[in-house]
């Protein structure tokens, strides 16, 4: 099976080792991948917006399965394209056409699905452009924490929670008239504050049957203590202790089976991942968001974990035999690390040499913001590398991944030392702590 893997990142990184594994590949082809993807398959240039390239390249190396790692392909139509193109009926795009995609591209979309299908949510109220007098009003009419979205894509750095109402009129006036997030912002959603502990949880579907995946807990705060500015995510532990067997039980009977079924109703065709962002309140699960590709660094803590052949699924998703296929998990707990550039996610310098790779033992390592020079691994970006370890249980799992960190090194390395700190006294889903939906 020939397969080309969309994207460069960690979670690329990730997939592309994952998908390697597996006895039914032939040829692997990332692109744009980095020094990382390299060792699993072969990176390329192709121009996505380009169509007809892009077509060539998919006919002329016999690609079978399109991965789509990042979002924004998925909700600029790529899938579309490919499926209405009669000499690539062949293909299989592992990600939603863009009806299905607008699951994440439109917040509003999204939580008008959640209602009408009885998804536990946070309640809602939407504006759009010319509507900033009635968001006002409707933040004097509500309680503190105010919770404002920017309806698109943002990079994830469309959400802002203040308990100030006049920081809350004011972001409602640099969405709405202010061109913050560009057209993303020009319509908001006001949500209701739900207090609790975010969980990442993940399913793959060929939108008739479902499979669950492992599911993590991310970190996306840049500081010790979940402190200062939110970032692309700092780590990741899989699985939480508050995510037990009954809670995840409730995920899939309230959230990911009444989601599927919500989507064959609506007569939208959904093939791929989709990423259910939770907030567990008390023990019970309410969606912050969807995502409809996989998380990062949730993909470099879930992967490990997962012992099923990857390509094996989507061979399921190909052929619409999903039901018949088996996901086996491993049972230990994977704590991944995120090694980030000084300053990130403010301004950083890049070019920094990176040592100690082959140094790491008991882990594994995936590369993001990297880039060869010669035979020289540098920095290249915010997020760096991602280091990943093993334990039998989450204590041996946190000291595991920051021991094999300390051995790899670059000027300005910066991690966070806490990750899953906060989860070793946590037994059970009515234990854990409170957090803010960050995302």
């Known amino acids: 099976m020939n397969v080309l893997l969309i994207g460069g990142g960690g979670r690329e990184h990730a997939m592309a080792w994952k998908i390697a594994q597996s006895s039914l590949l032939d040829e692997l082809h990332v692109w744009p991948g980095n020094p990382g993807t390299v060792r699993h398959g072969r990176n390329v240039t192709v121009d996505l917006n380009d169509r007809k390239k892009l077509r060539a390249f998919l006919l002329e190396k016999k690609i079978q399965i399109v991965v789509v790692g990042p979002e924004a392909p998925l909700v600029d139509g790529l899938h579309d394209d490919i499926a209405a193109d009669t000499q690539l009926a062949h293909v299989t795009v592992i990600g939603p056409k863009k009806e299905g995609a607008r699951l ?14 009885n998804i536990p949510t946070a309640a809602h109220r939407s504006f759009g452009k010319g509507e900033l007098k009635e968001a006002i009003e409707h933040i004097e009419r509500s309680a503190p924490p105010y919770v ?47 207090k609790g502990v975010e969980l990442s949880a993940f399913l793959i579907t060929d939108g008739e049957s479902f499979k669950m995946l492992p599911s993590a807990k991310d970190y996306k705060r840049i500081g010790v203590g979940d402190s200062g500015p939110n970032t692309g995510g700092m780590g990741a532990v899989s699985p939480a202790p508050f995510a037990d067997k009954d809670f995840m039980q409730k995920v899939h009977d309230r959230v990911a089976a009444p989601t599927i079924r919500g989507l064959k109703k609506d007569g939208i065709a959904y093939s791929g991942f989709l990423f259910m962002g939770l907030m567990n309140v008390n023990g019970e699960p309410y969606v912050i968001e969807y995502n409809v590709r ?60 990176i040592i100690g790779l082959e140094l790491v033992r008991d882990a594994y390592v995936f590369q ?47 991690l966070r030392t806490d990750i899953g700190l906060d989860l070793v006294k946590q037994p059970s889903s009515k234990s854990a702590s409170a957090t803010q939906p960050v995302k």
Do not use: C, N, W
Not at 104 to 117: C, I, L, V, Y
Not at 299 to 324: H, N, V, Y
């Open 368 to 414: 993001s913001g990297t880039a060869l020079k010669g035979d020289v691994l540098e920095t290249a970006g915010g997020r760096v590398l991602a280091v990943t370890a093993f334990g039998k249980d989450l204590e041996q799992a946190i000291l595991s991944a920051q021991r094999s960190a300390a051995l790899i090194d670059f000027e300005g390395k910066y």
């Open 104 to 117: 994440e591209g439109s917040k509003d979309f999204a939580k008008e699905f959640m209602f009408r299908h």
């Open 294 to 353: 996989l998380g990062d660094p949730e993909t470099q803590a879930i992967l490990p974990r997962l012992r099923s052949d990857l390509l094996d699924l989507f061979e399921g998703i190909a052929s619409g035999t999903l039901s018949e296929r088996h996901v086996d998990v491993d049972d230990r707990t994977a704590v991944t690390v995120v090694l980030a550039s000084e300053g990130y996610p403010g301004d950083f310098t890049t070019g920094h040499r």
């Open 148 to 194: 404002i979205k920017a309806d698109g894509l943002a990079s994830g750095k469309g959400v802002v929670i203040t308990s100030d109402k006049k920081e809350a009129a004011k972001t409602l006036k640099d969405m709405l008239e202010g061109g913050r997030f560009g057209a993303a912002g020009e319509r908001v959603v006001v949500e209701q504050f739900l």
